[in-house]
């Protein structure tokens, strides 16, 4: 990903001082936040690409379901947190972008008949926005956007990782997750629900039957 200006963020202050791309000092708090947004982002990164390879479509969603959900918890972390802003200008190269177009190419086998979705873009507009999107595609979009903090992190950019997850949170896989968390869901509850209802309709038809 290309360097780019901060000037479309706003700031909350002066950045703590950085020394050849490193942070210098990052306070014990954020510290720990970084490693626990660091852990949970390499966990979602291993379990997709593990849940990719696999071949039991029995418990892909609900494994998917799981992982999504503990992101979502992460990001809700840096969604209450005050805006991080570096102080450098321009985000340092953070290296290049993984490969992630055969995960998705095997996601969407895995999926077919529930990779497709709609949703509402935006629930606050009048009338409602809906969307058509793509769970495989989501998700290795998610999968991009916080490979790209970890890379940061494992630099020892830690207000640079903070950043970008918390940017790309509110810009783009926060949305992304909350809608792939919610179709998932869907697909469990047709799953359980319909399954009931049509044994429902199966017993009275063979009522009917008998009746005959």
């Known amino acids: 990903?290309?360097?780019?200006?901060?000037?479309?963020?706003?700031?909350?202050?002066?950045?703590p001082l950085t020394t050849n791309g490193r942070d210098a000092v990052v306070p014990s708090e954020l510290e720990d936040l970084a490693q626990a947004i660091a852990d949970q982002a390499e966990s979602f990164l291993l379990a997709v690409r593990e849940l990719s390879r696999g071949e039991d479509r029995g418990t892909l969603v609900p494994l998917l379901l799981l992982e999504v959900s503990q992101l979502l918890l992460a990001g809700a972390r840096l969604g209450v947190q005050m805006d991080f802003v570096p102080s450098e200008e321009f985000e340092p190269d953070a290296g290049p972008?993984?490969?992630l177009d055969a995960m998705r190419e095997r996601l969407a086998v895995l999926l077919?008949?529930?990779?497709?979705f709609t949703e509402v873009f935006d629930p606050y507009l009048d009338p409602p926005e809906f969307m058509s999107s793509r769970l495989s595609d989501d998700l290795a979009d998610i999968a991009s956007s916080i490979?790209?903090?970890?890379?940061?992190?494992?630099?020892?950019?830690?207000?640079?990782?903070?950043?970008?997850?918390q940017f790309s949170y509110v810009a783009s896989w926060g949305a992304e997750a909350s809608a792939s968390l919610r179709?998932?869901?869907?697909?469990i509850a047709h799953d359980r629900l319909d399954a009931a209802e049509i044994g429902e309709v199966e017993a009275s038809h063979l009522e009917a039957a008998q009746d005959l």
């Open 147 to 165: 490979a790209h903090g970890l890379r940061h992190y494992r630099a020892g950019r830690v207000e640079e990782a903070l950043w970008w997850w």
């Open 112 to 116: 077919c008949g529930a990779d497709d």
């Open 1 to 15: 990903m290309p360097m780019r200006s901060r000037s479309v963020v706003p700031s909350r202050g002066d950045g």
């Open 183 to 187: 179709a998932l869901q869907s697909v």
């Open 97 to 99: 972008e993984p490969d």
